[in-house]
C-alpha cells in the first residue's frame, strides 16, 4: 500500500530558530500534499495544501511567511517553521493524496507518522 | 475551519462489546471517511461512505450516513483492545480534495 515518510518525528528547538519537516510519499506520486497541525486530545487543523510546482494554498489565519511550503518533486513537500516560538509547539501531520482513488470519486490520504516540534 | 462534531468525545468501554461513534457536519458533502489515529502517530484510513450511500461494512466496522440529518456513525462490533485509539471521521466536499475532520472520540477498551 501507498506509504508517506515523515521526517523528523521529533525535534526540538531553541525558539527564534527554523525547523525543516520533509515529507516523502515513497511509492507512488503526490501532486497533492497536505499539511495539519494538531494540538494535544484535539483533532487534525488543516494548514495549507501543497501543490507540486505551484505556490501552497494557506488556510485562513494560517501564517504563509512563518510555515514556509515547498513541493519541489512529485514525492517530496517541505514545512519549515521560520523563527520559533513556544507557541509552535506541536504536532505537525503531513498526507498525501493518490488522486481520485478506485473510482470511488474520493479523496483518500494516506498520513506520514508525524512530527513533534517542542519549542523551548 | 472545522467541519464536524463526533460524540462522544471519549468512550471507555470493555472488551467484547459494541463501540459506537457519531459524527455530524455542516455543509454538504462528496463522501465522509473515517480514520484512526494511535497516540502520537499519524492517522489510518479505515472506510468510506459516498454520499448517496447509506451503509457500509467492513470487517468489524458498519458506518451508516444520513445525508439528511447531516451525520454519520461509526459501529465497531466485538471490540478489542487494540481497538483503542482515536477515532476521527472527515469530510470531503468538492473542496479541492482537502479533507476537514470532526473533534475525535477517544476510546478505550478495557481488555
Known amino acids: 500500500g501507498a506509504v508517506v515518510s515523515q521526517h523528523p518525528s521529533w525535534v526540538i528547538c531553541k525558539s527564534g530558530t527554523s525547523v525543516k519537516i520533509e515529507c516523502r510519499s515513497l511509492?507512488?506520486?503526490?501532486?497533492?500534499m497536505f499539511w495539519y497541525r494538531q494540538f494535544p486530545k484535539q483533532s487534525l487543523m488543516l494548514m495549507a495544501t501543497?501543490?507540486?510546482?505551484?505556490?501552497?494554498?494557506?488556510e485562513q489565519g494560517v501564517e504563509k511567511d512563518k510555515f514556509l511550503i515547498n513541493h519541489a518533486s512529485l514525492t517530496l513537500s517541505t514545512l519549515t517553521v521560520t523563527s520559533a516560538h513556544p507557541e509552535d509547539s506541536s504536532f505537525y501531520i503531513c498526507?498525501?493524496?493518490?488522486?481520485?482513488?478506485?473510482?470511488?470519486?474520493?479523496?483518500?490520504?494516506?498520513f506520514g507518522a508525524g512530527s513533534r516540534l517542542t519549542v523551548l | 475551519s472545522q467541519q464536524g462534531e463526533e460524540d462522544p468525545q471519549a468512550l471507555s468501554i470493555q472488551e467484547g462489546e459494541n463501540a459506537t461513534m457519531n459524527c455530524s457536519y455542516k455543509?454538504?458533502?462528496?463522501?465522509l471517511q473515517w480514520y484512526r489515529q494511535n497516540s502520537g502517530r499519524g492517522l489510518v484510513h479505515l472506510i468510506l461512505?459516498?454520499?448517496?450511500?447509506r451503509e457500509k461494512h467492513s470487517g468489524r466496522l458498519r458506518v451508516t450516513l444520513d445525508t439528511s440529518k447531516k451525520s454519520s456513525s461509526l459501529l465497531i462490533t466485538a471490540s478489542r483492545a487494540a481497538d483503542t485509539a482515536s477515532y476521527f471521521c472527515?469530510?470531503?466536499?468538492?473542496?479541492?480534495?482537502?479533507?476537514?475532520f470532526g473533534q475525535g472520540t477517544e476510546l478505550s477498551v478495557k481488555p
Open positions: 498526507s498525501a493524496s493518490q488522486g481520485l482513488a478506485g473510482g470511488s470519486g474520493a479523496n483518500v490520504l494516506t
Open positions: 511509492d507512488f506520486q503526490a501532486t497533492t
Open positions: 501543497s501543490n507540486e510546482g505551484s505556490k501552497a494554498t494557506y
Open positions: 455543509t454538504s458533502i462528496n463522501n
Open positions: 461512505i459516498r454520499s448517496n450511500e
Open positions: 472527515a469530510t470531503d466536499g468538492w473542496q479541492g480534495g482537502k479533507l476537514i
